[in-house]
């Protein structure tokens, strides 16, 4: 059974950082990919950055030089750094994860708000004033 738990949200100012982790278990695949999405209320689930089981990253056009994604894969934890927070960067933000590394390579993690990840956390909660 997978389990992702998201931690590291809160109520940040404008121009200010927040540092989200996902601690995955129950994850037996040595190959995977895995990806943050954030859903803003009204609006569609959005995948923001992805990272594969060789650490290899890609993210979504709009938080290119703002989103750092990373990974200890020791703690079995990936990491988004967020920088710059804007406005707009309020939103729930879930932790995806697939065994299929290839869907982080092709891209295809960012298709149907992240239809082809089949594990997914609860969430954190982002909020920017």
């Known amino acids: 059974h997978v389990q992702l738990v998201e931690s590291g949200g809160g109520s940040v100012q404008a121009g200010g950082s927040l540092r989200l982790s996902c601690e995955r278990s129950g994850f037996v695949y040595t190959g995977y990919c895995m990806a943050w999405f954030r859903q803003a209320p009204g609006k569609e689930r959005e995948g923001v950055a992805a990272i594969d089981s060789d650490g290899s990253v890609s993210y979504a056009d709009s938080v290119k030089g703002r989103f750092a994604i990373s990974q200890d894969v020791a703690k079995r934890t990936i990491f988004l750094q967020i920088n710059n927070l804007k406005l707009a960067d309020a939103a729930m933000y879930y932790c995806?994860?697939?065994?299929?590394?290839?869907?982080?390579?092709?891209?295809?993690?960012?298709?149907?708000?992240?239809?082809?990840?089949?594990?997914w956390g609860q969430g954190t909660q982002v909020t920017v004033s």
């Open positions: 995806a994860a697939s065994s299929v590394k290839h869907d982080c390579v092709s891209g295809s993690w960012r298709y149907d708000g992240g239809a082809y990840l089949g594990d």
